[in-house]
């Protein structure tokens, strides 16, 4: 008899996944059965979208990207409107979309603030805004906010990106204590130092110095915090909501 994924038959959007983490994360959902839905700026090939669209499908499994601004509410609204009628429901959210603006207080101005703010934690009550009516119906919802290590203990130089990561902790909390009698699950990650475009364009011995104070001395992968997900959309974790799992290789204890 053939092994059934653990995400077999649910319907999963997850925004922000042409590449990185959202990416890596589709691909593990794919793997386990998944239908997937994913939102990007940009649905093209300069972009990523359209391989990431092709790597999913030859998973066997359905998967198709839509261009649309997280941030923006309205295309929020009409995206997941989308998606449900294109693929029937929406099971299993991630809030992955995220940007960054770093800088220190003094010198940031109103509008790093604002686009941090934006993208990284007003798009996840877009989504959650969008997607809960339909999970509700269908009384199975399962909800990721993608937050950061950051998010727990603040990061210097990162004041509105650590703000937001903190924002989308208190909102899988918030969330799983309204919609817990309705079915719907909410938690969040908190990723660490994790090897991907960004960190790796980091110099070696900065690179060196954050890994030098992560217990398990190495830097994290996009799959180690793939797998994560996995367990938080999957009935493996049906006992759990309103927590962060912080993966990290025990960096913030």
């Known amino acids: 008899m053939e092994k059934k994924g653990l995400l077999e038959g649910k319907t999963a959007l997850i925004t922000g996944a042409a590449r ?43 998967a198709k990207g839509y261009a649309s ?13 989308q ?59 399962r909800i990721i906010n993608m937050s950061s290590v950051v998010g727990v203990h603040g990061n210097a130089g990162q004041c509105n990106y650590s703000a937001s990561k903190a924002g989308l902790i208190a909102l899988a909390k918030s969330i799983a204590q309204e919609m817990g009698p309705k079915g719907i699950r909410a938690n969040a990650i908190a990723p660490g130092f994790i090897d991907t475009a960004m960190t790796q364009a980091l110099p070696e011995p900065v690179r060196k110095q954050w890994v030098s ?26 006992y759990v909501s309103g927590q962060v799992i912080q993966v990290d290789g025990g960096m913030n204890m």
């Open 213 to 238: 104070h992560i217990p398990v001395r190495r830097a994290g992968t996009v799959n180690d915090i793939a797998d994560t997900a996995v367990y938080l959309a999957s009935d493996l974790s049906s």
């Open 69 to 81: 601004n997280a941030a923006d509410f309205a295309q929020t609204e009409a995206t997941v409107k």
């Open 83 to 141: 998606v449900v009628a294109d693929f029937g429901s929406v099971e299993i959210l991630v809030n992955n979309a995220g940007i960054t603006k770093d800088g220190l207080m003094l010198r940031m101005t109103e509008a790093q603030w604002d686009a941090v703010i934006a993208v990284n934690l007003k798009s996840a009550f877009n989504f959650i805004h969008a997607c809960i009516p339909y999970m509700m119906r269908q009384r199975d919802g």
């Open 20 to 62: 990185g983490i959202g990416k890596a994360i589709a691909l593990r959902f794919a793997q386990e059965g998944a239908n997937i839905a994913f939102t990007d700026l940009a649905i093209d090939e300069e972009h990523g979208g359209l391989e990431t669209e092709r790597e999913l499908n030859a998973l066997g499994v359905k």
